[in-house]
Antibody
Framework: QVQLQESGPGLVKPSQTLSLTCTVS??????????WTWIRQHPGKGLEWIGY???????YYNPSLESRLTISVDTSKNQFSLKLSSVTAADTAVYYC???????????????WGQGTLVTVSS | DIQMTQSPSSLSASVGDRVNITCRAS??????LAWYQQKPGKVPKLLIY???TLQSGVPSRFSGSGSGTDFTLTISSLQPEDVGSYYC?????????FGQGTKLEIK
């Protein structure tokens, strides 16, 4: 059974960079076809798709965050990471990592999610 | 980018009621539409994918329909444990957009 676990600071100061890591267990992040994804949820609000990375390093970012966002992968550690720069209080949210399979030109919905981690942006 | 619009944004219904939540895509997405249920403090749970395929273990009172741009999630007989928020998602095109959610309460 694949498991994903987010980790990182729960408190980040405004203007700094938010950094989170998702550790994958029970499966290899280098398995073909899987897109490793970040999603966030502002307190009391809906779900916002942030972006994904493939094990090869190719990425797709939400255009609304693209200028501040970097998603990277470390296959040796079976981890992928998110960095969001110049954060403000509007970036306070629960951040989830998730897995999605795509193959043959079609994708499946997210099948495994992390438990989520709350990141608060405050001085 | 595809926009997903859900309605209503909130809904209050009685136990046993039939409940419908709709989701409209700004452009055709074939049947690449998923519905998730989220309870407070919990991870979203996949209910339906492919617009109408019930995820394993999900009660049969949940069903989905639609294709192209218009989709519906139906709960045939509302139960107390169905309280929570429901989200649709287009999952085949990037960005993988979610609807804004529907908060379902028991009257």
């Amino acid at each position: 059974q694949v498991q994903l676990q987010e980790s990182g600071p729960g408190l980040v100061k405004p203007s700094q960079t938010l950094s989170l890591t998702c550790t994958v267990s029970g499966g290899s992040i280098s398995s073909g076809g899987y897109y490793w994804t970040w999603i966030r949820q502002h307190p009391g609000k809906g779900l916002e798709w942030i972006g994904y990375i493939y094990y090869s390093g190719s990425t797709y970012y939400n255009p609304s965050l693209e200028s501040r966002l970097t998603i990277s992968v470390d296959t040796s550690k079976n981890q992928f990471s998110l960095k969001l720069s110049s954060v403000t209080a509007a970036d306070t949210a629960v951040y989830y990592c998730a897995r999605q399979y795509c193959g043959g030109g079609r994708c499946n919905p997210f099948d495994f999610w992390g438990q989520g981690t709350l990141v608060t942006v405050s001085s | 980018d595809i926009q997903m619009t859900q309605s209503p944004s909130s809904l209050s219904a009685s136990v046993g009621d039939r409940v419908n939540i709709t989701c409209r895509a700004s452009q055709g997405i074939s049947n690449y539409l998923a519905w998730y249920q989220q309870k407070p403090g919990k991870v979203p749970k996949l209910l339906i994918y492919g617009a109408s395929t019930l995820q394993s273990g999900v009660p049969s009172r949940f069903s989905g329909s639609g294709s192209g741009t218009d989709f519906t999630l139906t709960i045939s007989s509302l139960q107390p444990e169905d309280v929570g928020s429901y989200y649709c998602q287009s999952y085949n095109s990037a960005p993988r957009t979610f609807g804004q959610g529907t908060k379902l309460e028991i009257k």
